[in-house]
């Protein structure tokens, strides 16, 4: 698959401690084993001139306090504190200035967010997508990207998961519904 650099970005969903670092809260040792290949991605897409995107799951203590229903502490308790070493990205998928990250607060990164007037801004209609958890995070985020008239691409041995299963499925569903699936050697940016 070839990639326009100019109007393709890599989307890093939630490589955060919290997920990825045997310390963290909800680690599932399915994200720390992506942080090599999707390091390798980003290099590729670096190089090439596409941009990259870190997404940031974070939760200010108090978000839930007065919900309805949506309650993500219910869910999984407490994670990834706003100003906690858990909600950091990990040390091993440096953010560069060049690069966008977006805070977001559910599990959709387009959810009460900047990312798509950001994405429009700049011409941007290809999201590869990576990271973690396939079945959460990257699940919403790529289907809230399909819906928006994106082209989600996702990477699937750039993604975690807690369970292979959930992996599966998450994959299954992304392409049967919404997007492409493809692996990390099947990606060519045209630069490259």
């Not at 974070?58 to 949506?70: G, K, L, S, T």
């Amino acid at each position: 698959m070839h990639l326009e650099p100019d109007n393709t970005a890599v989307v890093v969903v939630d490589m955060q401690n919290g997920f990825c670092h045997p310390d963290g809260s909800l680690y599932a040792p399915g994200s720390e084993t992506v942080i090599e290949p999707i390091a390798d991605l980003v290099e590729r897409a670096r190089e090439a001139g596409a941009q990259v995107i870190f997404t940031r799951d974070v939760h200010p203590p108090e978000q839930f306090e007065d919900a309805h229903y949506y309650d993500e502490f219910d869910q999984w308790g407490e994670h990834v504190l706003e100003g906690s070493w858990e909600a950091e990205i990990v040390d091993e998928l440096p953010v560069e200035d060049a690069d966008h990250v977006v805070e977001k607060h559910t599990y959709d990164a387009f959810h009460e967010t900047e990312l798509e007037g950001w994405l429009n801004a700049r011409g941007i209609d290809d999201l590869v997508i990576c990271g973690t958890l396939a079945n959460v995070c990257v699940l919403h985020t790529g289907g809230s990207a399909g819906v928006r008239d994106f082209r989600p691409i996702m990477v699937e041995d750039c993604i975690g998961a807690i369970e292979d299963e959930h992996k599966e499925y998450a994959i299954d569903h992304a392409d049967w519904l919404f997007g492409e699936v493809r692996e990390m050697d099947d990606l060519e940016f045209a630069n490259t």
